[in-house]
């Protein structure tokens, strides 16, 4: 496992949101450390700021100038949760960095992790919300397909709905982009008729959740949808959107998932990456807004790629699963 992250991370400070903190980089670090001790194979990695053509493949240049320039002033706003602060472009850009990073690691065969703030999925072409600035997945996978990839998926396990990553590649075949998430909840897309516009119709598939989901909920969504769409799909990356907010101890999400549960989900996306021949997968943090939650998670997750995955079968009887299903089967012949 190449873990990227650089201690711009923690300079990053949104005084708009208070459970979106400089402590929880050391806290992500730490879940790398206790996966160490576990006998996890680790090796750190800096990262170098994303290129600008990298930004600008998924962003509109204007806005990034925009974000620069706010940072370069000392700081100012962007969304009622969304502070920008002296040290946030260089943040922000690292982390997308880290992402960019851990997707060279991929497809030279080694499973990576970018462990930066602020997150990134929220954030759309030519706006950043809910604490994100630029979107390192989408950047990533931006710039994967930029090194000849022909198709990448990105899987969203943050209790959130990745509008942002959404937006960007909504109307685009070659990213697929899968989300599971709490719903009724911020930012309120995410709904499961949300397939994708245009060529890009069937490559985005939304599996939004009630409140209160558990482990046996999210068994259905990858047995149920995330598998056999992926397989179907046959990716040549795996980006994992990996926020650990749907931890039931989360101070945001409602969700009622246990830190084993990321392991075991990192298994099965580790498992699915060799049956479809694609490279390990490549993890980029998102949210998760309790401390210790989200030190087990993130060593969870780490130590949960070199484990057996668990025996996850469709079984029907998960109802938002069954929508998603049916929303998306017109495209996926493994649905029908
Ligand atoms: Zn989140």
Redesign the pocket.
């Known amino acids: 496992m190449h873990v990227y992250s650089d201690p711009a991370s923690e300079r990053h400070v949104n005084h708009l949101a208070g459970v979106e903190a400089p402590e929880r980089f050391p806290a992500a670090l730490a879940g790398v450390e206790g996966a160490e001790r576990g006998g996890a194979s680790v090796r750190w990695c800096r990262c170098e700021p994303a290129e600008e053509e990298a930004l600008a493949a998924v962003h509109d240049p204007a806005y990034l100038d925009h974000l620069r320039e706010i940072s370069a002033a000392g700081g100012g706003y962007l969304s009622l949760d969304t502070a920008v602060g002296e040290n946030s472009w260089e943040a922000a850009s690292l982390a997308s960095g880290a992402a960019c990073s851990a997707v060279e690691s991929a497809l030279a065969g080694e499973t990576a992790f970018a462990i930066a703030r602020p997150?990134g999925?929220h954030a759309g072409r030519d706006y950043g919300m809910?604490f994100c600035l630029t979107n390192h997945a989408a950047v990533a996978a931006g710039h994967a397909l930029s090194k000849g990839l022909g198709q990448v998926a990105i899987l969203d396990w943050?209790?959130?709905h990745g509008n942002g990553t959404q937006h960007i590649f909504y109307r685009n075949k070659r990213v697929l982009y899968l989300s599971s998430h709490q719903s009724p909840f911020y930012p309120g897309t995410g709904r499961a008729d949300e397939v994708g516009e245009g060529e890009g119709r069937g490559f985005t598939a939304n599996v939004p959740l009630p409140a209160g989901s558990g482990e046996d909920v999210y068994a259905a969504v990858f047995a149920g949808v995330f598998g056999p769409v992926l397989r179907e799909f046959g990716p040549e990356l795996i980006l994992v959107s990996a926020?650990f907010?749907a931890h039931a101890e989360d101070l945001?999400?409602g969700m009622a998932l246990g830190s084993g549960a990321f392991g075991r989900f990192a298994a099965m996306i580790t498992h699915l990456c060799g049956e479809v021949g694609a490279p390990p997968p490549a993890f980029v943090l998102?949210?998760?807004y309790n401390l210790g939650a989200l030190t087990e998670s993130v060593e969870a997750t780490i130590r949960g790629v070199e484990e057996e995955p668990p025996n996850w079968e469709h079984t029907g009887g998960v109802k938002p699963v069954e929508r998603s299903r049916e929303a998306l089967a017109p495209f996926w012949r493994s649905l029908r």
């Open positions: 997150p999925h809910g943050d209790v959130h926020g907010d945001l999400g998102e949210g998760g």
